[in-house]
């Protein structure tokens, strides 16, 4: 006899389906100009190389500059409220996710943020914590033994920890985590 399980099988009324929401943000003044330069600069560029890496290249610049343009510069550490005002202005991603995550705070909630960034999961750690909330973060870095006990400190109910940051290759897979 072959026993075969399928996820559907396994997980029927586990879970609550999964419900999507898509909410359209504006770019702040700054980002659209930061985006504008990366064209033009990017389109004189591609006139004389046409080559399909530039191409890849100008792409994932706007990529960053759309979730931060902190990801295009060198960026200062945050560490004071002034800095955090300037942080969130050049972002309107993190404008939203800022007034998100109080009112998820205010609720009660706890939040699971994924990035394919690294360097932005860098940026969202700073963020947290000049707003001195408790965070965990999960990416290829992370020393696998340490990866359990991460979750298991955000897992625990007195914890105290709000936000936990995660790289979407490393925390795809096999991570149990309760928000």
């Given at each position: 006899h072959i026993l075969r399980r399928t996820k559907r099988d396994v997980m029927k009324g586990a879970i609550?389906?999964?419900k999507e929401q898509i909410i359209r943000?504006?770019?702040?003044?700054?980002?659209?100009?930061?985006?504008?330069?990366?064209?033009?600069?990017?389109?004189?560029?591609?006139?004389?190389d046409k080559f399909v890496s530039s191409l890849r290249n100008v792409v994932m610049q706007l990529r960053k500059c759309c979730n931060h343009t902190g990801l295009l510069m060198e960026h200062e550490p945050m560490r004071s409220q002034e800095q955090l005002k300037d942080?969130?202005?050049?972002?309107?991603?993190?404008?939203l996710l800022d007034r998100m995550?109080?009112?998820?705070?205010?609720r009660?909630?706890?939040?699971?943020?994924?990035?394919?960034?690294?360097?932005?999961?860098?940026?969202?750690?700073?963020?947290c914590y000049i707003r001195k909330w408790g965070w965990e973060r999960?990416?290829?870095?992370?020393?696998?033994?340490?990866?359990?006990?991460?979750?298991?400190?955000?897992?625990?109910?007195?914890s105290g920890k709000f936000i936990f940051l995660l790289s979407t290759r490393a925390g795809g897979l096999g991570i149990n985590l309760t928000s």
């Open positions: 609550p389906k999964k943000v504006e770019s702040t003044a700054y980002q659209k100009q930061i985006y504008k330069h990366i064209l033009q600069k990017s389109y004189d560029a591609l006139l004389k942080f969130l202005d050049k972002s309107g991603k993190m404008q995550l109080f009112m998820l705070r205010s009660g909630h706890r939040v699971l943020i994924f990035s394919q960034m690294t360097r932005m999961l860098d940026l969202l750690e700073e963020y999960l990416d290829g870095s992370t020393p696998v033994q340490e990866r359990q006990r991460a979750i298991d400190r955000y897992n625990s109910d007195q």
